[in-house]
């Protein structure tokens, strides 16, 4: 099968979108699909052979964060082009309302096209504004796929219809598989994220540090991400902050050994998350999770048996969770357990799957997924539209 994936933001600014779209594309490859990836980056970015650029992203406030996106005429002309190259069976659009790429080719594409929604944002007005501009382009999309309940449920309610949820993806046993680190073992307390975006939550997490540095006089904190680590740390006690190590950006290989050795993970985001990819790779490399109850979290970490969670902006919470579960080896044990037992609902191996019976059932494939029978069930399943 010929399957064009569009990803709306910059290739070259890591984030959960398009580790997502790496992953699913190189599951297709594996395959032996023929895959291709358009995506927004600088002329000087190290690609992928399957990644083809649709040119320099600019930054854009979008949900609650920024967003580096590529939109306008020379967009438009990319993606016109990538779509008569690759004469594509399939063309899978992620974020297909976002000002950016996935718009530009749900207006442009023909022929079937399933959609992704990642987004969770219950009062955006926005989108509700801007829904007559996009009811044309939605209109053409075959299946729609959300990531969780709460994409779903946002999609519901702007812009209406229905979607099949099939969460984001983990490769579990890359995770699984990975060898701690010695200098990163120890009473350390792990967070992955951007520094400067308040709602991943390092500063809540910064507020609780003193009282559980005060209580585990030898915790520690290790920061992977980018961003200003000197402002990070501003509010924190000059005697604390040497507990504190930065590593900046890591590759997925040390992120995987990041998780394998801290003795907990922790989560604190405050808002703006349809899914939790960090807590499902957490899970996978056997890291005891805890996380702020937003309901996505909360799904993801099967309703807290396979995590546990803190009243979400709350440092004092969060201290005492976390000071609880460093003294506790034995809760920590089961939570790894129970986590890396949960976590085979997000590999590969069944979400790529069920992504692929969309693809099939939109495409009116010849395998077993298109007998009648089975194709009336996943009509069903996956809300598609009928001629």
């Not at 290739?11 to 895959?35: K, N």
């Not at 690609?47 to 650029?53: C, D, F, R, T």
């Not at 992704?116 to 989108?127: D, E, G, L, Q, Y």
């Not at 449920?153 to 046993?173: F, K, Q, S, W, Y």
């Amino acid at each position: 099968m010929r399957i064009g994936i569009v990803c709306p933001y910059s290739w070259d600014v890591p984030g959960g979108v398009q580790f997502h779209i790496r992953d699913l594309a190189e599951y297709f490859i594996r395959l032996g699909h023929e895959v291709s990836v358009l995506a927004p980056a600088d002329d000087d970015t190290p690609l992928p052979p399957y990644v083809v650029s649709a040119g320099r992203a600019v930054p854009v406030p979008y949900n609650g964060s920024v967003a580096r996106l590529n939109f306008g005429f020379l967009s438009a002309a990319r993606v016109r082009r990538w779509l008569h190259d690759g004469a594509f069976d399939v063309v899978h659009i992620h974020e297909p309302t976002s000002p950016s790429l996935g718009l530009l080719t749900c207006w442009a594409a023909q022929g079937p096209i399933v959609a992704t929604f990642h987004t969770s944002n219950p009062r955006s007005r926005a989108m509700i504004a801007a829904y007559s501009i996009l009811q044309a382009a939605l209109e053409k999309i075959s299946a729609r796929i959300a990531v969780s309940e709460y994409a779903r449920r946002t999609l519901v309610e702007h812009l209406g219809g229905d979607a099949v949820v099939i969460p984001n993806g983990v490769d579990v046993d890359f995770f699984a598989r990975a060898e701690p680190k010695p200098a990163w073992q120890g009473e350390t307390i792990g967070f992955i994220g951007r520094i400067d975006e308040p709602r991943k939550g390092l500063p809540v997490l910064m507020k609780a540090l003193p009282k559980i540095m005060a209580a585990r006089p030898g915790a520690r904190l290790l920061v992977a991400g980018r961003g200003d680590e000197e402002a990070a740390v501003e509010n924190l006690p000059r005697e604390l902050r040497s507990r504190v190590e930065f590593l900046g950006m890591i590759s997925d290989e040390d992120k995987a050994r990041l998780l394998r050795s801290v003795d907990v993970y922790v989560a604190p985001n405050t808002g703006g998350e349809s899914f939790g990819i960090i807590l499902v790779e957490a899970m996978s490399a056997g890291a005891p999770v805890l996380a702020s109850d937003l309901d996505a979290f909360v799904q993801v970490l099967d309703q807290g048996r396979a995590g546990e969670i803190f009243a979400n902006e709350d440092a004092d919470a969060l201290a005492d969770a976390a000071v609880r579960l460093l003294a506790d080896p034995e809760r920590r044990a089961r939570l790894r357990a129970h986590g890396s037992a949960h976590v085979r609902r997000f590999d590969w191996s069944t979400v790529g799957a069920d992504i692929l019976s969309v693809y099939e059932t939109v495409t009116d494939g010849t395998t077993a997924v298109a007998a009648d029978e089975r194709s009336t069930g996943l009509r069903a399943r996956f809300g598609l539209a009928r001629d």
